[in-house]
Every structure is written in structure tokens, then in C-alpha cells.
């Protein structure tokens, strides 16, 4: 099986890669969604290797969203669906272009539709005119961080005893 190391999304999607990250690509889906994809590069001391571990974005992606809908009760959190088909992004597409292109399936698994978090989307909202909607929305409280260390070490604990 061979690394995906690069998303190209073609023209047609009229889906504008925003942010190229080491790991992630990050595509402007709608005007108030976002598509994370996760690749399989791998980056150690900022840089990134020219060779991939097979399937790593689909290990990352799947343990990304597994904690982020475990803490959503406890600590709200930007993501809207992880993508397990490609098909289920064909929705976001203008009919059009819908009938004459599908997703690659290489997004199956390793992708999620997640609104822009805090500062990274203000600037999105802005630039189409649109209120912020998590603006104002303070970070964790001490207390919460301390809800949130003790359900990731319990859930550790338990995964360790084989008591869940």
C-alpha cells in the first residue's frame, strides 16, 4: 500500500486549498465549513520526511475524532463528521458539479468537515462577511482541563486493565 503524502482536489471541486500543513490539508469546503484531511507524512523536528507510514492520516484522523466526540459534553469542540465515504461530501457540491465529479476515495476515513476553531476562522467569517460563531467562547477553565485529565487517564487506566 502506497503513503498518501499529497491531497489535490481538482479545480473542478471549486474547493480552495487554504493551509498545507505538515500532516494536514486544509480545504475551505463551504463558506462555514472546513475539510481536514490528514496524509499519511510524517514530520519530527519540523521537518517533514520525503517517505509516509501507510495509512497513519486514517489512524490519526479516526483517533482525532474518536476524543472529540468522547469530551464535546465537556469541552465543545469544531468537528461536525468524520467522512467514512467519500460520497458523504457530495452533498457540500453544487449540483453541477456533483453529476460530473465524485471525491477521491483516498478521503474515506481520514477526513472530517469541521467548522474554523477559534482564531484559525475569524479571518474566513471576515473575508465572507459573517459573524463569528464561536466568538466569545472563553477556553477551558481550570476545572474543566482537570474533568478532561481525568477522563483520558481513567480511559487509559481502564483500556490498560481491560476493566471499560
Not at 90 to 98: A, F
Not at 102 to 121: C, T
Not at 130 to 144: F, I, K, N, R, V
Not at 156 to 163: A, D, K, N, V, W
Request: net charge neutral.
Amino acid at each position: 500500500m502506497k503513503p498518501l503524502l499529497e491531497t489535490n482536489l481538482p479545480e473542478l471541486l471549486e474547493i480552495e486549498l487554504l493551509y498545507k500543513g505538515k500532516v494536514r490539508d486544509t480545504y475551505g469546503l463551504t463558506p462555514k465549513e472546513l475539510l481536514f484531511i490528514a496524509t499519511d507524512r510524517v514530520s519530527a523536528f519540523d521537518v517533514v520526511m520525503p517517505n509516509g507510514v501507510p495509512d497513519k492520516g486514517k489512524v490519526l484522523c479516526q483517533l482525532s475524532a474518536f476524543w472529540f466526540d468522547k469530551v464535546k459534553h465537556i469541552i465543545p469542540n469544531h468537528m461536525i463528521k468524520l467522512v467514512n465515504d467519500a460520497s458523504e461530501l457530495d452533498s457540500y457540491l453544487g449540483r453541477d458539479v456533483r453529476s460530473r465529479f465524485r471525491f477521491p476515495d483516498y478521503l474515506a476515513g481520514r477526513s472530517m468537515v469541521v467548522i474554523p476553531y477559534h482564531r484559525m476562522g475569524t479571518s474566513k467569517y471576515a473575508q465572507y462577511g459573517m459573524a463569528y460563531p464561536l466568538d466569545g467562547l472563553e477556553p477551558p477553565s481550570q476545572t474543566e482541563m482537570q474533568k478532561l485529565k481525568s477522563i483520558v487517564e481513567n480511559f487509559g487506566l481502564q483500556e490498560m486493565t481491560g476493566s471499560v
